[in-house]
């Protein structure tokens, strides 16, 4: 399999971790688009949240958990966004599940 996330998550690609448990792993994102971008990747390789099953309803609240824990790391006491890319009309490049957060400053523009 080729997949890039998954070699980030066995070390053979260097990232910027920023958080770590046993469900998640979080590093910066390599193409930052706010102050503070990270990715936050469940560990198990699942394509994208369309391919999500029953067993993994835990694992997704493992991820918002992290968002928690890395937003207090990483002082983002004023907030933070969250974002999911599911599938191609939404632009997803890695076939991979993450949520990008976003942070460091005030996010003018939303979309909803
Ligand atoms: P998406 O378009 O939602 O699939 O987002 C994929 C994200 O992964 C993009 O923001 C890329 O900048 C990021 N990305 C791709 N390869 C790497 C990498 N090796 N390390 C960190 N971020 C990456
Ligand atoms: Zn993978």
């Known amino acids: 399999m080729d997949c890039v996330f998954c070699e980030i998550i066995k070390g053979n690609i260097p990232s910027t971790k920023v958080y770590e448990d046993e469900f998640v792993t ?12 990270v990715l936050i990747v469940p560990k198990k390789h699942i394509a ?11 694992l997704v609240g493992k991820v ?3 968002a928690k ?3 207090e790391k990483l002082g983002l006491e004023n907030g933070y966004r969250i974002i999911n ?5 939404a632009g997803q490049t890695v076939k991979h599940l993450h949520f990008h957060m976003l ?7 939303k979309i909803i």
């Open 26 to 37: 979080a590093f910066n994102d390599l193409n930052p688009q706010m102050p503070v971008h």
């Open 48 to 58: 994208s949240a369309n391919d999500l099953t029953e067993e993994d309803a835990v």
């Open 64 to 66: 918002f958990l992290a």
């Open 69 to 71: 824990a890395i937003a």
């Open 85 to 89: 890319n599911c599938g191609e009309d």
């Open 103 to 109: 942070g460091g400053k005030s996010m003018g523009e």
